[in-house]
């Protein structure tokens, strides 16, 4: 019995030791700063970062790259900034497993409104706006990596090419919706899919609008293209369009003003013309 024990005991130290191997913390620091206020699209952007403290396979004072996975502005009622940061690779382009999420400052006064019983508080909640991200040189920023886990994630930055609209109805469960790829794709060094090649996006869940902010929402999991030497690529990636989120690309500043207040009422219809709003795009991720 006691032997057992002390098998058993050396069995989960062993494997405890070999998690501790295989997941690391690596400490980095931006090489520049960055901030999320910029009108530059963010997602898919590269960062610069020094390795303070590393392990067998990260060196100290290693200059490593890492891109950004996902980005979601700041918002009314509070809502925060939010980036994941990951596709880190070293200098002779060997892959780094693991990710950083950032998450910018609540308004200095939310939770003080949130924790009031005052009628002020309750009318401005909404218009509030969550922080932005500012990544300062020098911040220190830490992950676990797991060196057995390689895969990359390759963005893929997309603007429709067809009408997207739920005013009248007009886009349903099954839709194939055409867009147009914005940038050459790379995988190992080497041009995987080119910029303007087409993509298809099957709809596979609509919601219409509703009243009390309740704005339209359309999601597409499945997409497929072709690669440079004509093969079929399909991708996988939940795309959500929301009404009030695309609002910030759509109209004048005036007008966007008017949308915003109007969600007091009825949330907002998704409406994308091609031609006319050009500054609507997306980003999804093929992870290979």
């Given amino acids: 019995m006691f032997k057992n024990l002390i098998t058993l005991c050396l069995i989960i130290l062993s494997a405890a030791s070999q998690t501790l191997a295989a997941d690391n913390l690596i400490k980095i620091t931006p090489l520049n700063d960055f901030d999320t206020c910029t009108k530059q699209k963010i997602e898919g952007k590269e960062l610069l970062f020094k390795v303070l403290e590393g392990d067998n396979n990260i060196k100290e004072n290693e200059i490593i790259t890492g891109k950004i996975l996902k980005y979601q502005e700041n918002g009314y009622s509070g809502q925060q900034a939010k980036i994941v940061i990951g596709n880190f690779k070293n200098s002779d382009g060997k892959r780094i497993a693991g990710e950083v999420y950032l998450y910018g400052n609540e308004?200095?006064?939310?939770d003080e409104y949130m924790n009031s019983d005052s009628n002020i508080g309750a009318v401005a909640i909404p218009f509030l706006r969550g922080g932005e991200i500012k990544l300062k040189k020098g911040e220190i920023l830490s992950f676990f990596t797991n060196h057995e886990q390689t895969s990359e994630k390759l963005n893929i930055d997309i603007q429709p090419i067809e009408l997207i609209s739920t005013c009248h109805d007009e886009t349903q469960i099954n839709d194939i919706i055409r867009f147009k790829i914005l940038n050459d794709v790379y995988y190992n060094d080497k041009l995987y899919i080119k910029k303007n090649s087409r993509l298809i996006g099957i709809v596979d869940y609509v919601q219409?609008?509703?009243?009390?902010?309740?704005?339209?929402?359309?999601q597409m999991k499945k997409f497929k293209t072709r690669d440079v030497n004509g093969n079929i690529v399909e991708i996988q990636y939940p795309l959500e369009i929301d009404g009030f989120e695309i609002l910030k690309y759509k109209g004048k500043r005036f007008a966007q003003m008017f949308n915003y207040a109007g969600i007091l009422w009825r949330g907002k219809e998704i409406e994308i013309i091609p031609n006319q709003d050009k500054n609507v795009t997306f980003t999804i991720w093929l992870t290979k």
């Fill in 107 to 110: 308004h200095n006064v939310y």
């Fill in 208 to 218: 219409d609008n509703g009243w009390d902010y309740d704005s339209a929402q359309i």
